[in-house]
């Protein structure tokens, strides 16, 4: 398997994500924000790795090419994803698409990793995590200026993408609110 080869299943593996949160989004919300953060971290990942694979691994001093092909590693943070695509590709994601995308993604470790209070039955927890999900088109905005360069240009039909999922996913929110 290529580098390139890589790159183009994890944009795969990011749109199955993201066409999956989107179709949940009403009926099953709390696995809609699961997925929709597990595709956004995949094309943050993809950026990284059209630099160097390396970028993905956690410690990149460590990196080990045979345990990356064989996906044998523990890969970076979103914190340290951003750093790596500001302070190695010269891009930046942006404070105010980046904290949206951090609210989100901390509902997203609480359903994950512990559970997430209130969340079937608050109303008012719903509606915040709505509110963050549909401000994702600032992350998708940024991420789209920036890759447009023509080196990285398939990933600005990724970026593109996401906008319209964030587009889609905003008009549904009346309806979660709703519950």
Known sequence: ?????????????AFDFLERGIVEFDQTPKYSVIHFCAAVEMLLKARLMKEHWSLIVSKPDQANLAKFMA??????????????????AGEDIGDDAYASFRALANHRNKMVHFFH????????AKAQIVAEHSRCHRLSAAVQAQWSAPRISHLAGAAISLTHACNALSCSAFSWQDW
């Open 117 to 124: 209070n209130g969340l079937e039955s608050d109303d008012k």
């Open 71 to 88: 996906g044998d590693f523990s890969s970076v943070t979103l914190e340290d994803a951003r750093a790596r695509i500001r302070d190695v």
């Open 1 to 13: 398997m290529t580098h390139h080869d890589i790159f183009d299943s994890l944009t795969r593996n």
